[in-house]
Nanobody
Framework: QVQLVESGGGLVQPGGSLRLSCAAS????????MSWYRQVPGKERELVAA???????TYTNSVKGRFTISRDNAKNSVYLQMDSLKPEDTAVYYC??????WGQGTLVTVST
C-alpha cells in the first residue's frame, strides 16, 4: 500500500509559520483525497484539512484563514502551510491517505 513520509515539524513561536510535507510512494492523483490530522496526547485525533485529487479543499474551523493545504502531483507530495500559529496548534500532525493510511507523524510545538 501507499507509504507516507512526513517532515517539517518543529518548534515555533506563536505567530510564526511552519510548512509540513507529506511525500507519498504513489501518484497522489491516484488517491481520491489526502488530508492532515493532528492529535494532542490524551485527546482524539482531529481532522485539520483535506484536499481532493482535483484540488478541492476543506478545513476545520479553528484553522481557516491560517492554514493552507496544497499538493504537487509531480512530487507526489501534499503540504500544509501553517501561518499565525497558536499554542493550541501544538500537536503531532499526521498525513492520511485512503482514510486509513497514516504517516508516522511530525511534532509541531508552538511556544515561547
Amino acid at each position: 500500500q501507499v507509504q507516507l513520509v512526513e517532515s517539517g515539524g518543529g518548534l515555533v513561536q506563536p505567530g510564526g509559520s511552519l510548512r509540513l510535507s507529506c511525500a507519498a510512494s504513489v501518484s497522489i492523483f491516484s488517491i481520491g483525497a489526502m488530508s492532515w490530522y493532528r492529535q494532542v496526547p490524551g485527546k482524539e485525533r482531529e481532522l485539520v484539512a483535506a484536499i481532493t485529487r482535483y484540488g478541492s479543499t476543506t478545513y476545520t474551523n479553528s484553522v481557516k484563514g491560517r492554514f493552507t493545504i496544497s499538493r504537487d502531483n509531480a512530487k507526489n507530495s501534499v503540504y500544509l502551510q501553517m501561518d499565525s500559529l497558536k499554542p493550541e496548534d501544538t500537536a503531532v500532525y499526521y498525513c492520511n491517505a485512503y482514510g486509513n493510511v497514516w504517516g508516522q507523524g511530525t511534532l509541531v510545538t508552538v511556544s515561547t
